[in-house]
């Protein structure tokens, strides 16, 4: 019998081991945290020393010794600003070398998490793709709160307008944004010409966005039109909602979200768009969708400029299909400003458990900093320092949409984060994403599934 | 062992052996058998310590024949306790405790299990796993049992009929998962396609196979087509294990075929499908991959209707660092296969003894 109770035991061990995988490690935690903190203060001291040397970057000598960076990213293969940036800043610095790993775009910041948990890590610099990774890892102390280097390198916060602020966490800022996409409306002029219909226009509304999506849709069999298109994620329909700045994500009461969700599966139900539950089961991403030019109108972030520049040039969309683009700034709603749209800051900052905190701090000033920012405007991605030199790159690329309403849609009235910076933001985040779900394919009705994000996000919220 | 004088070493002995002796008359007295028992084992004790001490050396033989089958085993079970014993204890505090992965463990008590009642998402989770368990375990029994039966006869072809239903098993979930998907397509799939031509179903009241309360029974489907081959394979295997004698016996004495089936090979199978049974619901329980894969669309995140209890784990885990809860979560699967398992332990005692 005892036998058997073992053998029980044994069977029902092994599959557990499967789930258990998250316990290694475990001792070496608080030791590795310790070291963090005692590494950040002792690197504050010894930089306000060393500031001024930094500071004049350009110069420094060469006799310097070498330094090895090593710096966590993402699809190094298909996107070239990694390698320009590392370029860029291994040609005024001799001494220190950049070595890139490669972690993978789909979940970046789960690998760096766990990358960055205990004290095995080995990262100086790591970038951060999203606002509820950035809280993971600054609850975690894995990464150096970076407001000392800040002021004694002088470094002027504003020129991120205000991106900064809704990152910051208890008054102190753990990373610095290097690439800023916001979002707006692309549309294929080709379409609009076809039908006879005027193109969007940068101050429109959100009426007037519907009616014109709803003009431009073509549900005959075969020659397809779809006047808007929506891609799966959350962003993508319940944000038009915090554009008017009263509301955020955050609020724990979404009932304002109602008209945009109503506008969105009216829409669906008209075939205006395609379907969500057509989309999530094909898993069509939303550049495949674009480029088949049969898509009038698609809301996305400024990333899709470059990738549509680079593939149309490379062919690898088919240019009579969606060579002839353009883009206007994100609909609004009545009495609010137009250019009001969503933005997406991407950062970078110093690990916890490097051992070079200095040569780390003084790499990422270079990616953040107005050097950064022209490297990143040279293959069109948008820095977090828009400078007018930085925008003339831009808009002066090859293929570049020409017309002036393209060029005008780049100025920003005002930038929401997609998601602000909050304690349980993650929690918050996924809360919000499954009842997205939800209503999207039809699993729940509206009311339903804001009554529950309601129910659900106030609870975590009230922890 | 320290090096003792011979002076020494004669007094021990004699200590020693003036309790053993002691114990040995003791015994004879003694009336309870477990108290007895205890005590013979003791003599031996004795005895060994008293040869080790004679003989000088540092291990008796015993110790040294323990040690060199320790040896054998260790390299097995040195990994074992690294990679799943430490792991598995380590989760079991942790089920107590919060923790981030980086920061200080804090000691939480009960109040992990206690939010799990309250948590619609666990509750969820619970609910779907057990439905996706309850309807896939008896049902891939079932077509897999069927299917050898149908394969263990002569029939022509069996080698591809074999092959063919051993096939979905093989291939590589992602590519099937497509297929699965492009066929249930909700739109334009070829079965909602059937239903609307042939059967007239209105469009939009045509089924749909990966959202709301469908999207259990697409993922059960799935797995029955594909895990039944693998069964299907031991099944036949226990079939070739039974006797034919007992087929002969039971048509002299007349029996059909039913017959045949409830008394000769069923009975015949029943270990067979104990360790079936038990297989599939550990592969149940842990149920990810399917529901990832049918359920989650492009974003990954799995809704109420669809989330499972291994998902759930993994996202409190590891997207929302809370290591203590989900920790918990995994206790609560840990403690429902454990049941499942002892019950099906028992059944199969009871089955033997008969």
Redesign the interface.
């Known amino acids: 019998m005892k036998k058997k109770i073992l053998s029980v035991l044994l069977t029902a061990a092994m599959m557990s081991t499967l789930l258990a995988g998250c316990g290694n490690g475990a001792g070496s935690a608080d030791s590795s945290s310790d070291q963090g903190t005692a590494g950040t203060t002792d690197s504050t001291t010894d930089n306000s020393g060393t500031a001024d040397a930094g500071s004049s970057q350009t110069d420094a000598p060469a006799s310097a010794e070498p330094v090895t960076l090593k710096w966590a990213i993402w699809d190094e293969a298909t996107t070239p600003y990694w390698q320009d940036l590392k370029d860029a800043y291994e040609a005024t610095h001799d001494n220190v070398t950049i070595e890139m790993v490669d972690l993978g775009s789909t979940d970046y910041m789960t690998v760096l998490a766990t990358e960055l948990s205990g004290d095995g890590t080995d990262f100086d610099v790591v970038t951060i793709k999203d606002v509820p990774g950035y809280a993971t890892l600054v609850q975690k102390n894995a990464i150096m709160a970076l407001d000392d280097y800040i002021a004694a390198d002088g470094v002027d916060l504003g020129k991120y307008a205000g991106a900064t602020d809704q990152v910051t966490v208890d008054g102190k800022l753990y990373e610095l944004p290097f690439r800023n996409d916001f979002w707006v409306v692309f549309y294929n002029k080709d379409l609009f010409d076809a039908k006879g219909v005027p193109y969007p226009t940068n101050d429109m509304t959100f009426e007037q966005y519907d009616e014109l999506a709803r003009k431009m849709t073509d549900t005959t069999f075969g020659s397809q039109v779809y006047g808007a298109h929506y891609h799966t994620w959350r962003s993508d329909v319940q944000l038009f909602a915090v554009l008017d700045g009263k509301h955020t994500i955050l609020d724990g009461n979404y009932d304002y979200m109602k008209p945009y969700y109503e506008m969105v599966l009216d829409q669906e139900a008209d075939g205006v768009c395609r379907k969500y539950t057509d989309l999530t089961t094909e898993g069509l991403h939303y550049s495949a969708a674009f480029s088949g030019g049969d898509v009038a109108m698609m809301n996305m972030g400024s990333w899709f400029i470059a990738t549509m520049i680079a593939n149309l040039q490379s062919g690898e969309y088919d240019s009579s299909l969606c060579g002839n683009w353009g883009i206007v700034k994100y609909p609004h709603a009545d009495g609010v400003e137009p250019g009001s749209t969503l933005g997406t800051i991407t950062g970078i900052s110093v690990t916890s458990a490097t051992d070079t905190p200095d040569a780390a701090w003084d790499f990422v000033k270079f990616v953040s900093g107005e050097e950064g920012a022209a490297v990143m405007a040279s293959s069109g991605n948008f820095p977090a320092i828009m400078t007018d030199e930085a925008m003339d790159l831009i808009v002066n690329l090859d293929g570049f949409p020409t017309d002036d309403a393209s060029k005008e849609a780049l100025n920003v009235a005002n930038l929401y984060l997609e998601v602000p910076y909050a304690e349980n933001v993650s929690e918050i985040n996924s809360i919000l994403d499954t009842y997205h779900g939800s209503i999207m394919s039809g699993e729940m009705s509206i009311d339903e599934g804001i009554a529950k994000m309601n129910e659900e996000v106030t609870k975590v919220l009230g922890q | 062992m320290p090096k003792m004088d011979e002076a020494q070493k004669t007094a021990r002995i004699d200590s020693l052996q003036e309790e053993l002796t002691g114990l040995i008359t003791a015994v004879r007295t003694e009336t309870d058998s477990k108290k007895r028992r205890k005590m013979i084992a003791q003599i031996g004790a004795y005895n060994r310590k008293i040869d080790t001490i004679k003989s000088g050396k540092m291990l008796s033989r015993e110790a040294k024949r323990d040690l060199v089958a320790y040896s054998f085993i260790a390299p097995n079970f040195i990994g074992f306790c690294v990679?799943?014993?430490?792991?598995?204890v380590?989760?079991f505090a942790?089920a107590f405790m919060n923790?981030?992965?980086?920061?200080?463990?804090q000691w939480a008590g009960l109040s992990n299990f206690i939010k799990l009642k309250?948590d619609?998402?666990f509750v969820a989770a619970l609910k779907n796993t057990i439905l996706y368990c309850v309807g896939t375990v008896p049902l891939t029994m079932a077509a897999s049992l069927a299917l050898a039966i149908v394969l263990n006869q002569k029939v022509k072809g069996r080698g591809i009929f074999r092959t063919l239903s051993f096939f979905p098993y093989v291939a590589s979930l992602v590519a099937i998962t497509s297929v699965w998907?492009m066929l249930?397509?909700?739109?334009?799939g070829p079965i909602n396609n059937l239903l609307y031509t042939v059967f007239h179903v209105p469009q939009d009241k045509l089924p749909?196979w990966?959202?709301?309360g469908l999207v259990l029974l697409s993922m059960i489907l799935f797995s029955i087509w594909k895990y039944m081959g693998y069964y299907m394979v031991i099944y036949l295997a226990g079939l070739q294990g039974i006797p034919g004698e007992l087929y002969e016996a039971a048509s002299l004495d007349g029996a059909t075929t039913w017959q045949k089936f409830r008394y000769v090979t069923w009975p015949q199978l029943s270990s067979t499908t104990f360790f079936v049974v038990?297989m599939l619901t550990?592969n149940c329980?842990?149920v990810y991959d399917v529901a990832i894969m049918l359920a989650?669309?492009?974003?990954g995140?799995?809704?109420?209707?669809s989330?499972v209890l291994?998902y759930y784990?993994y996202?409190k885990?590891?997207?929302?660092?809370n290591?203590g809860y989900?920790?918990a979560v995994?206790m609560v699967?840990?403690l429902l296969?454990?049941l499942v398992?002892?019950i099906q332990?028992r059944g199969q005692?009871k089955r033997d003894r008969v």
């Open positions: 990679f799943t014993l430490i792991p598995i380590f989760a942790l923790w981030d992965g980086s920061n200080p463990v309250d619609v998402f998907k249930f397509h909700p739109s334009k749909q990966f959202t709301g038990v550990i329980f842990k989650a669309g492009g974003n995140t799995l809704t109420e209707s989330t291994v784990i996202q885990a590891f997207i929302d660092w290591l989900s920790s995994a699967l840990f296969v454990l398992t002892i332990f005692a």
